[in-house]
């Protein structure tokens, strides 16, 4: 009888064990490798932006996280006579391959005398070359009017632009 209380209170206890090990484990987080193009494309590059057809060129910051988030800022924002002053560009972007990204982002567009305000979406391919830090985009805008929603409508190409820059080394 002995014995037998004794391989009980064992198996017991090996159950209890392996059930706790198994529920431990089972919350256990394991960091996954970069495999995809972020760890290329991540940080913050100076750029010259190039507004097709009239040629005007301004300096921009623009930032890729690692998480998929795009930030531009520019000096243009205050406007030239073929660019309306906007706001800051946020988006989101997306890897398409090794070496290329696509990015859709939004931004507004103030006011002016003849102009209502909008809201423009900007759709972006990006190309880099890790070896040297430099990235270079071809970029559609559209612009809608306020109350549309940029997401699923359709507008027309407003302007192109291509921008060339080199990456942020802290």
Known sequence: MKIRNAFVTLTICLLLV?????LVNMQKVSAQPITDCRKIVTGTYLVTVTVSGNFDKFPSIVTFTQDGNYFATSSNQSSVASVPSYGNIQGRWKCTSSTEITTTAFNFD??????????????????????NGVVQATATLKSFALNANPLNDDAPVARTFTFTGQRVKP
């Open 110 to 131: 103030y006011p002016t005398a003849t102009l209502p305000g909008t809201i423009s979406r900007t759709d972006l391919h990006a190309t880099f070359d890790p070896k």
């Open 18 to 22: 392996l059930t706790t090990t198994f």
